[in-house]
């Protein structure tokens, strides 16, 4: 059978994460690495690398491309330029500008009669399957998502912007006894400070007066303020050896009620290594989708919530059917 | 907005966890309950009752008939006859022949151009969608299920025929060890007897051997011979006042691996307080999508891999994309 050809455009951490999860994938292949840069400065083994002005004479080479660009600024200005000329994969993940986007996105991709899933990932992705899932089959109960343990970029970078620190890391920690209240199934009220905290890895520069950075760290409103914040100072060897990964993860929980009060806990977790790669397999998976649902003129933008799980599989249905059901 | 109208075929715990489940759905109405029984002797608050006989005189009243019988013999029998003149969903977990059982009800299904969602719940169901999702993820790892903490009825049977035993209970229970050996990512070689030990409770006759209940449990082939098997003796009023819900739950967990040997953990599990409850949850959300798939002609037998995660859910694909994505 014809394998399901892909480009990728972008080569950050996310493009990399692809091209790994593509040469474990015995049904896809990669044609090229779209990029902003100059083609020939990416040296990557056995993968050929063009730049973006070029993929538009590529519409009949690549059946999906996985746009690996970053939330802020690539993904809303080429998402709807893409789906213009191909299916396309994204992890557009600003929650509050979902809506938008999709409209975009799907305004393209009909009119290109082309297949969008926006939105792929974990979070957005998998959890948002696992609260639609959870809240459609326990109507009376009450959804609860946990983050971490997991290096948050944002706040790694908040901390790097105060004066004395050289560099720094933040994880973000879900508060085991929040979890533990919420797998009880007593579905209580927490705030997001109060389901997490945030432990602080900073190397300070020589001579910098750590008890004012600690000082600085815990009271920075929005970031740290209203968090159980730690911060630990550690030298540039530490950093290196023990923070150099992206590790994340979480877990989504509900807590549901049936019948005459019968507590029914339903709750998803990822544990994570690489961030970056995960994600990549995930939109992997889902260009699969892309390309199937193209084949069936199911047109325009979609989600994972319109994405039955048969579509992100290599296995032929008769074969999920025996072995997985 | 018209509700979508409800049959229940059968009145045991599955179909009385039906009707608990239809109250709480807004969008979703309960027309009568079909049985095999004399109508007259079932008073359900409520609830109009039918002989199963009379369901035929039903297919313009009802939308989806939700199956509620056992995987033994009812739903061999009853899926197909209904599949004929009704949408229907029914929660067949007899593993090794769900090939066999998809193929009849889905040529009764084409031929009357109706929809049936088979093997609906949470194994065969949720945990059968969580196997292929984190498959497909993560194409280098493996799968495993455990499950538990659950009150098997199946072992429970085998001890009642043990001589000496007037009343007793079994519960599956996950191992910890081989739970954390799997979320470490380390994917050891594991048998169902070292994924599960099997704690029994049991109520002797009185003046009974109590040693030789203990070796003969103990011993027994299949059931108990290849596990760790603990027996506890208990009164008839313990036996009552703590065993006589009907708990279960489980985990599906992959350790998968990405890139340069990153490790990558997904975690699915349920606590459940009533496993007939939350199975029955689960058949109700999935009415929801035979109902919706019918409307779309997509005719014949599906599983839960075919059937995207909007179908389930009384929401608007916009209020999903708005506060679930």
Same mark, same amino acid.
């Given at each position: 059978?014809?394998?399901?050809?892909?480009?990728?455009?972008? $080569?950050?951490?996310?493009?990399?994460?692809?091209?790994?999860?593509?040469?474990?994938?015995?049904?896809?292949?990669?044609?090229?690495?779209?990029?902003?840069?100059?083609?020939?400065?990416?040296?990557?083994? #056995?993968?050929?690398?063009?730049?973006?002005?070029?993929?538009?004479? $590529?519409?009949?080479?690549?059946?999906?491309?996985?746009?690996?660009?970053?939330?802020?600024?690539?993904?809303?200005?080429?998402?709807?330029?893409?789906?213009?000329?191909?299916?396309?994969?994204?992890?557009?993940?600003?929650?509050?500008?979902?809506?938008?986007?999709?409209?975009?996105?799907?305004?393209?991709?009909?009119?290109?009669?082309?297949?969008?899933?926006?939105?792929?990932?974990?979070?957005?992705?998998?959890?948002?399957?696992?609260?639609?899932?959870?809240?459609?089959?326990?109507?009376? &109960?009450?959804?609860?998502?946990?983050? #971490?343990?997991?290096?948050?970029?944002?706040?790694?970078?908040?901390?790097?912007?105060?004066? &004395?620190?050289?560099? #720094?890391?933040?994880?973000?920690?879900?508060?085991?006894?929040?979890?533990?209240?919420?797998?009880?199934?007593?579905?209580?009220?927490?705030?997001?400070?109060?389901?997490?905290?945030?432990?602080?890895?900073?190397?300070?520069?020589?001579?910098?007066?750590?008890?004012?950075?600690?000082?600085?760290?815990?009271?920075?409103?929005?970031?740290?303020?209203? $968090?159980?914040?730690?911060?630990?100072?550690?030298?540039?060897?530490?950093?290196?050896?023990?923070?150099?990964?992206?590790?994340?993860?979480?877990?989504?929980?509900? &807590?549901?009620?049936?019948?005459? #009060?019968?507590?029914?806990?339903?709750?998803?977790?990822?544990?994570?290594?690489?961030?970056?790669?995960?994600?990549?397999?995930?939109?992997?998976?889902?260009?699969?989708?892309?390309?199937?649902?193209?084949?069936?003129?199911?047109?325009?933008?979609?989600?994972?919530?319109?994405?039955?799980?048969?579509?992100?599989?290599?296995?032929?249905?008769?074969?999920?059917?025996?072995? $997985?059901?």
């Amino acid at each position: 059978m014809a394998k399901i050809k892909i480009g990728i455009v972008g $080569y950050g951490n996310l493009g990399k994460g692809a091209i790994e999860a593509i040469k474990v994938s015995p049904d896809i292949e990669l044609v090229a690495v779209f990029t902003r840069r100059d083609p020939q400065s990416l040296q990557i083994d #056995g993968v050929k690398t063009l730049h973006i002005g070029d993929a538009p004479n $590529y519409q009949n080479e690549i059946d999906v491309m996985i746009l690996c660009g970053g939330s802020a600024t690539d993904l809303p200005e080429q998402a709807p330029i893409f789906a213009e000329m191909f299916n396309t994969v994204d992890s557009f993940d600003t929650h509050a500008k979902i809506p938008e986007f999709f409209e975009l996105v799907n305004r393209a991709a009909v009119s290109s009669k082309k297949t969008s899933i926006i939105s792929v990932g974990w979070d957005p992705g998998l959890f948002s399957i696992n609260r639609v899932l959870a809240d459609a089959i326990l109507p009376v &109960g009450e959804n609860y998502t946990f983050w #971490g343990k997991g290096l948050s970029q944002g706040h790694s970078d908040a901390i790097r912007r105060v004066e &004395g620190v050289k560099h #720094g890391v933040q994880y973000t920690i879900p508060s085991e006894d929040a979890m533990d209240k919420v797998r009880s199934g007593l579905n209580p009220e927490l705030s997001t400070a109060e389901k997490h905290s945030r432990v602080c890895y900073v190397v300070a520069e020589e001579g910098a007066d750590l008890a004012s950075i600690e000082n600085e760290i815990k009271t920075m409103p929005n970031y740290f303020a209203d $968090y159980n914040t730690e911060v630990n100072f550690i030298t540039e060897e530490e950093l290196q050896r023990d923070h150099s990964k992206a590790p994340h993860g979480g877990f989504v929980i509900r &807590g549901g009620n049936t019948g005459n #009060g019968n507590k029914q806990i339903y709750e998803f977790s990822l544990k994570l290594d690489s961030n970056p790669e995960f994600t990549a397999s995930v939109l992997v998976a889902y260009a699969r989708a892309a390309y199937r649902l193209n084949k069936e003129n199911q047109y325009g933008a979609k989600s994972v919530f319109d994405v039955a799980p048969s579509y992100i599989s290599p296995r032929t249905a008769e074969e999920l059917r025996k072995d $997985y059901l």
